[in-house]
Nanobody, 122 residues
Framework: QVQLVESGGGLVQAGGSLRLSCAAS????????MGWFRQAPGKEREYVGF???????YYTDSVKGRFTISRDNAKNTVYLQMNSLKPEDTAVYYC????????????????WGQGTQVTVSS
């Protein structure tokens, strides 16, 4: 079993920055990829990006150049640094344990954090 605890969401003005954190426990964190997804009101959950066990990073087009995923294996924590935030980034952000890249798509793993709200005002 894996437990994921997120923190760092909040309200920010457009153009501002936030950093989300996700602390993991229950598995060998360093051996797994970690991902971030988000869900806006009335929309399906969508992929944001992920970082592999070897620290390669991948992002959906809408956040490339603005968001950065990093990991600290000593702290079992993955981060999502969000810069130049836009109102359309408003969503609940979820970290995900062990996503995989299959057939051109990033599929989530079985374990999710509780979600943290990010609200970007215009």
């Amino acid at each position: 079993q894996v437990q994921l605890v997120e923190s760092g969401g909040g309200l920010v003005q457009a153009g501002g920055s936030l950093r989300l954190s996700c602390a993991a426990s229950g598995r060998t964190f360093s051996s797994y990829s970690m991902g971030w997804f988000r869900q806006a009101p009335g929309k399906e959950r969508e992929y944001v990006g992920f970082i592999s066990w070897s620290r390669s990073t991948y992002y959906t087009d809408s956040v490339k150049g603005r968001f950065t995923i990093s990991r600290d294996n000593a702290k079992n924590t993955v981060y999502l640094q969000m810069n130049s935030l836009k109102p359309e980034d408003t969503a609940v952000y979820y970290c995900n344990f062990g996503p995989t890249y299959v057939g051109g798509r990033t599929l989530p793993g079985d374990y999710w954090g509780q979600g943290t709200q990010v609200t970007v005002s215009s």
